[in-house]
């Protein structure tokens, strides 16, 4: 089992930058790749990035509407992986979600991850 906590959401004007933290418990959370999704009213869960390592090296992976914009990380010594969004549009208003896959490989369907946090909600002003 993996327990999931995020925090950082909150509103922000067009243009400006948030720092999503997610801080895993329970299972070793070096063994998992990690995600961020996010879901906006009435629509589908949607990935936003993903990140998993191999020795010193972390390999990061983005969907193309945040590619450039936000950037994922993540510290094993904390447990924690981070979404540092900048250049924030109104279209990225959504709950964002963390989500661990006890797998090396990254992926991109929801589906392909066990464990979900609750959710922090991102709202972006024009």
């Known amino acids: 089992q993996v327990q999931l906590v995020e925090s950082g959401g909150g509103l922000v004007q067009a243009g400006g930058s948030l720092r999503l933290s997610c801080v895993a418990s329970?299972?070793?959370?070096?063994?998992?790749?990690m995600g961020w999704f996010r879901q906006a009213p009435g629509k589908e869960r949607e990935f936003v990035a993903a990140i998993t390592w191999s020795g010193s090296s972390t390999y990061g992976y983005y969907s193309d509407s945040v590619e450039g914009r936000f950037s994922i990380s993540r510290d094993n010594a904390k447990n924690t992986v981070y979404l540092q969004m900048n250049s924030l549009k109104p279209e990225d208003t959504a709950v964002y979600y963390c989500a661990a896959r006890p797998a090396a490989t990254i992926s991109t369907r929801p589906g392909a991850y066990d464990y979900w946090g609750q959710g922090t909600q991102v709202t972006v002003s024009s």
């Open positions: 329970g299972r070793t959370f070096s063994d998992c790749a």
